[in-house]
């Protein structure tokens, strides 16, 4: 093997999943792309531990649940992935639990390393495909896959884990990269880095520091956006009134963390219907949020048809003609469509063939007819009309995506009845297989989010659908019928209601605040003339991307120094000023103001960049564009390492970390 000074030198700036799934692509196309005529030493920044990182830390509540099934759970590609590497399938996180069941913790999954945590050793013993795993359970999970990957290297490639900060990196366009570590003299010099950090803090806008001048003054409590596993809500006392704005997961952990994390304990009742048990120390949560409605459950079953052949109607075919087309794309007016129809067919697909009692035409005869209709065309609405007998089978996106839309009620206790006949028919309907169309189409939603990045890419939305229909509209929209909670959540929520600890404020929701009382106001035209005053105001809802206030001290220096980008979409019409790492849509590379195009040593991946590809885990069988992505950057990288012929330095950087298992090999 060679010695350090002809080593390659890879340095990845974050360990959490995003880079623990580049090391697994990394080492599934090293035997192709690695000759192992010299060693590659690839160093791990991160003070977080490899493998989950921060967001994904066994140090959390015990609370906090995935919003995804077991089974639906994977680091692995599989045959559905479509990649110029090779496929290294791998366990769901159910199949990597199922090892420890029968309590003897079988060596079914190598390297074998029993989680150190009893609790979370007695859930994977009892872990179901179809429950909803604690974050300590996915720690486990992610620290046993980054292990994996570090086995299945070469032994001329090297793991080394600095439990540090990344606080500045250097160095010229064609020679090496200084990366600075915080509390180290000497930086670790790379042939390429790879910035990988996942979902970043931002220092709080202007509005939020506005608020927290507010509760400053009037000794009140004010929470920007932030991971909810963070927040310090001590100062929260008892009984006392906080306005919650939003009302996704941040919400749903949040209320967690407030209820049960003070002390109170949920009872079932032979029906299964849940009463709270307060302790006395719970504050009272009113929340809203533009919709005014939480997330929709999560669906608890399995497709009882066969897996609709996706895509169909938005896939590589539609992208061409789209961005053939030379024209500026409306998202809402040009894409949108061609969305839902892909969406529709996902539903209808599963409804004809797991439920043709309910329809009233042969599946061959109705997908020949849908397939040549536009989705909003009065042809369509004819077709599923007649081929769809029940209205509650009928795919409507705008009931979906507005449901208090143009109510108007007397009273909060008015909405409150209202908003638990809405949550309680969601949670029935997603928790029974009858309404396996929905399910359906979740996977079309999956696919056609996996193919939005090319058509970002290809530059040919407007300015003004980038910024409120793709990051605004479609994001929100996606998130409220893809990514919300476990249905028991959503009945806890129903408890806490009935207790009077939480309180539901309507859509559209307006924050204020009142000098006079020094308090907190909340309004919303749900119910009109009704305000609600507070003397705590949390931002449920996690920080987007921005560059201009990132906390990441690398990040702000690079973005400062011009070597960073920002992703800018404009035209006559708009300026979208995204707060995105803008990158080469071909290899990830960051574009460097200075040089004027892409940095060759420098590479982003994840939810800071443009190519909005954030998610780093996936649901088996959807072709994950984050594993299509990681494997393209690993091919690219070992590429480049492999022909280049840089000499790093002898010393390379100081103290890593004992990553406790044998790397290289």
Do not use: C
Request: charged share 20%.
């Amino acid at each position: 093997m060679s010695n350090a000074r002809t080593a390659a030198v890879l340095v990845v700036v974050g360990a959490g999943p995003r880079a623990t799934g580049l090391l697994e692509r990394i080492a599934a196309n090293a035997p192709e792309l690695w000759s192992g005529d010299r060693e590659l030493l690839i160093h791990l920044v991160d003070p977080h531990p490899p493998g989950p990182g921060r967001i994904w830390r066994h140090e959390q509540s015990p609370l906090l649940r995935m919003n995804s099934m077991a089974e639906d759970v994977t680091m692995f590609t599989d045959e559905t992935s479509t990649i110029d590497g090779p496929v290294r399938p791998g366990p769901s996180l159910a199949e990597w639990a199922a090892a420890f069941s029968d309590g003897t913790e079988a060596r079914a999954h190598a390297p074998h390393a029993p989680s150190p945590d009893p609790d979370v050793l007695a859930e994977l013993r009892t872990l179901t495909g179809t429950d909803f795993p604690t974050r300590r359970a996915q720690s486990a999970y992610l620290t046993w896959v980054f292990r994996r990957a570090l086995g299945d290297l070469p032994p001329s490639v090297r793991v080394e884990w600095h439990r540090a900060v990344a606080t500045a990196v250097t160095g010229p366009a064609d020679g090496p990269q200084h990366v600075r570590l915080a509390g180290r003299t000497a930086p670790l010099v790379a042939d390429l880095v790879v910035l990988a950090q996942g979902h970043l803090e931002s220092a709080p806008a202007v509005e939020h520091r506005a608020r927290a001048a507010f509760a400053r003054r009037h000794n009140r409590v004010h929470l920007p956006p932030g991971l909810s596993a963070d927040a310090d809500l001590s100062a929260l006392r008892p009984g006392e009134h906080v306005i919650l704005r939003g009302f996704g997961l941040a919400f749903v952990d949040l209320m967690a963390l407030l209820t049960e994390g003070r002390g109170g304990a949920f009872r079932a009742s032979a029906d299964g219907t849940l009463t709270y048990l307060p302790s006395g120390r719970e504050p009272v949560l009113h929340v809203g949020s533009r919709r005014g409605v939480p997330y929709h459950s999560k669906t608890r079953y399995r497709l009882q048809g066969p897996r609709p052949p996706l895509p169909r109607h938005f896939g590589p075919a539609a992208l061409d003609t789209l961005i053939a087309g030379g024209r500026p794309l409306d998202l809402r007016r040009d894409v949108w469509p061609l969305m839902a129809k892909e969406i529709g067919f996902g539903h209808y697909h599963e409804l004809f063939h797991a439920h043709p009692e309910r329809t009233a035409l042969p599946w061959p005869e109705f997908v020949t007819a849908y397939d040549r209709l536009d989705w909003y065309s009065t042809e369509m609405t004819a077709l599923i009309t007649a081929a769809v007998p029940g209205r509650e089978d009928r795919l409507d996106f705008e009931a979906l995506d507005r449901p208090l839309q143009d109510l108007v009620f007397v009273t909060p206790e008015a909405l409150r009845g209202h908003v638990h006949d809405h949550v309680a028919r969601d949670v029935a309907r997603r928790e029974d297989a009858a309404h396996s169309a929905d399910l359906g189409a979740f996977l079309a939603l999956l696919s056609v989010y996996g193919q939005l990045p090319r058509l970002v890419a290809a530059g040919r939305l407007t300015a003004r659908s980038v910024a409120d229909g793709l990051d605004g509209w479609w994001h929100g929209f996606f998130s409220f019928l893809a990514s919300g909670p476990p249905g028991f959540r959503l009945r806890q929520l129903l408890a806490l209601s009935e207790a009077g600890l939480v309180r539901f404020l309507g859509a559209d929701l307006r924050v204020g605040t009142d000098e006079a009382t020094g308090t907190f106001t909340a309004a919303s035209p749900t119910v009109p003339g009704h305000i609600t005053h507070a003397t705590a105001l949390i931002e449920a809802y996690l920080p987007g991307p921005n560059l201009d206030r990132t906390r990441d001290p690398l990040l702000r220096r690079l973005y400062r120094a011009g070597a960073l980008t920002e992703e800018v979409v404009d035209d006559p019409a708009h300026t979208h000023r995204s707060g995105r790492i803008r990158v080469d849509p071909e290899g990830g590379h960051v574009v460097d103001a200075v040089l004027g195009g892409p940095h060759p040593r420098r590479i982003a991946l994840g939810a800071p960049t443009d190519s909005r590809a954030q998610a780093a885990f996936a649901r088996p069988r959807t072709d994950a564009p984050a594993f299509r992505q990681n494997d393209a950057v690993a091919r690219a990288l070992l590429r480049s390492l492999n022909a280049d012929q840089h000499t790093g330095p002898a010393d390379h950087g100081g103290s890593p970390a004992d990553l406790g298992v044998r790397v290289g090999g």
